[in-house]
């Protein structure tokens, strides 16, 4: 399977993003001095939340953003969407947006 078939959207890239992070950090955590391990645990486990929180904030003031070319039936639905000309968007029936 290729890797540009499995990434469709930003939500795709943020989660590889995280979990390359999380799992590299905890790699390193035995390897840190007892003094800085706390610290270092504590950025662990704000770091996941933090990002969360951000892809929440620009989901709710930008959410067109998220939305791929290939998530939509025909080219340009996506420019109406990019262009703010979209009033409702529907979802059909194939998992694809339609206007």
Same mark, same amino acid.
């Given at each position: 399977m290729a890797i540009s078939a499995t990434i469709k959207n930003p939500l795709t890239i943020i989660a590889i993003f995280a979990g390359i992070v999380e799992v590299g950090s905890t790699?390193? =955590?035995p390897f840190l001095e007892p003094? #800085?391990?706390s610290v270092y645990v504590w950025f662990l486990m704000i770091f996941p939340t =933090?990002?969360?929180g951000a892809f929440? #904030?620009?989901?709710?003031r930008n959410h067109k953003v998220l939305?791929?070319?290939s998530d939509?039936?025909?080219d340009s639905d996506f420019v109406k969407l990019a262009d703010n000309k979209v009033e409702n968007l529907k979802v059909s029936g194939s998992n694809k947006f339609s206007v």
């Open positions: 790699t390193v =955590l003094d #800085v391990q =933090l990002l969360v929440f #904030v620009t989901l709710n939305y791929a070319p939509f039936k025909n």
